[in-house]
């Protein structure tokens, strides 16, 4: 009886610390995307932007939306967002991260927004708070940067 109670401790631990819960298969990503922005911003002074924990599965929407759309952008600004960059059809999530902002990036620095929109959103003091969202289906990876 003692090791059935103590099971059900052990168990009732994990579940309020979220060990049971669903875990984010993305998490790692989210957060290199972040740092990514900001190493980024930081090359010209910028602060940092925050990581909108808060907005991430609604950015994960966002991105499945538009991947069965075939529509970048096409679900924005379902998520409160002010500005959005979008990565659509490549070929990993790392890839995403690394290839497609870094492309984002050079962009820049310059206008008009319409050759340079991606660099101005990732550098913009406007914004405070960023949230990469995720989604790998049969069009490949589509992942959303969501700026506010």
């Not at 993305?26 to 002074?45: H, L, M, P, W």
């Not at 994960?60 to 529509?71: M, P, T």
């Amino acid at each position: 009886m003692a090791r059935r109670i103590t099971l059900s401790a052990a168990l009732m631990v994990l579940l309020s610390a979220g060990a049971c819960s669903d875990d984010d298969p993305y998490a790692s990503f989210r957060k290199q995307c972040v740092d990514r922005i900001n190493e980024y911003r930081a090359t010209e002074g910028l602060p940092p932007y925050e990581r909108w924990k808060s907005g991430e599965r609604c950015a994960d929407s966002e991105a499945r939306s538009d991947s069965i759309s075939g529509i970048p952008h096409g679900a924005f600004p379902s998520c409160g967002e002010s500005a959005q960059n979008e990565c659509p059809g490549w070929p990993t999530v790392e890839s995403t991260v690394t290839g497609c902002l870094q492309m984002m990036w050079d962009e820049g620095p310059g206008e008009p927004f319409s050759e340079h929109g991606h660099y101005i959103n990732m550098s913009s003091t406007s914004y405070t708070e960023v949230a990469c969202g995720f989604h790998e289906g049969s069009s490949g990876v589509w992942a959303v940067q969501n700026f506010r």
